[in-house]
């Protein structure tokens, strides 16, 4: 459950109306998260394409620990809160499940709305889908991951 980049511009995207977004919105969304960071305008438009506005009243339960994981969040608006081990608040440009979009394992967490929480969903299967069509796209967020790994691997400076 990483948080979105810090750029001032991803924050002005996010800053919004969404109540009609366009495959635009969704494609500036995802470009301003690491995770979709050197995927492609074109490819990211397609991904983009897939993603659905959901809300959430105050209390309501996202994900559920245990559950099979279906779909990636982005928070849009309004607050999250982990429940379990984490037992932390998310917030605008924060998102979950992003491993489970990549190896459909079963959810690691239960994330609750802490009041009206609105968040772009992206689906597994059409993810899925989209992936065996436009390989570039794997390959693109196999290179961010493999990053992030290389990252937590070096030896902090003493």
């Known amino acids: 459950m990483p948080e979105a980049t810090g750029?001032?511009?991803?924050?002005?995207?996010?800053?919004?109306?969404?109540?009609?977004?366009?495959?635009?919105?969704?494609?500036?969304?995802l470009g301003g998260l690491p995770l979709f960071s050197r995927v492609g305008k074109r490819q990211l438009r397609k991904v983009a394409s897939?993603?659905?506005?959901?809300?959430?009243?105050?209390?309501?339960i996202v994900v559920q620990i245990g559950e099979p994981s279906d779909a990636f969040y982005v928070i849009l608006?309004?607050?999250?809160?982990?429940?379990?081990?984490?037992?932390?608040?998310l917030g605008t440009g924060d998102y979950f499940g992003e491993m489970g979009l990549i190896d459909g394992e079963p959810r690691s967490a239960t994330i609750a709305a802490v009041g009206e929480l609105q968040v772009m969903r992206l689906a597994r299967r059409p993810f899925l889908k989209l992936l065996n069509?436009?390989?570039g796209i794997a390959t693109?967020?196999?290179?961010?991951?493999?990053?992030r790994v290389r990252r937590l691997e070096k030896p902090s400076a003493l």
């Open 50 to 60: 897939l993603a659905q506005f959901r809300e959430f009243a105050p209390g309501d």
């Open 140 to 147: 693109a967020m196999m290179a961010e991951l493999a990053e």
């Open 77 to 89: 608006g309004g607050r999250a809160k982990v429940v379990g081990k984490s037992r932390r608040t």
């Open 133 to 135: 069509q436009e390989p």
């Open 7 to 29: 750029e001032p511009g991803f924050q002005r995207v996010l800053e919004r109306s969404w109540t009609r977004p366009t495959a635009s919105d969704w494609a500036a969304v």
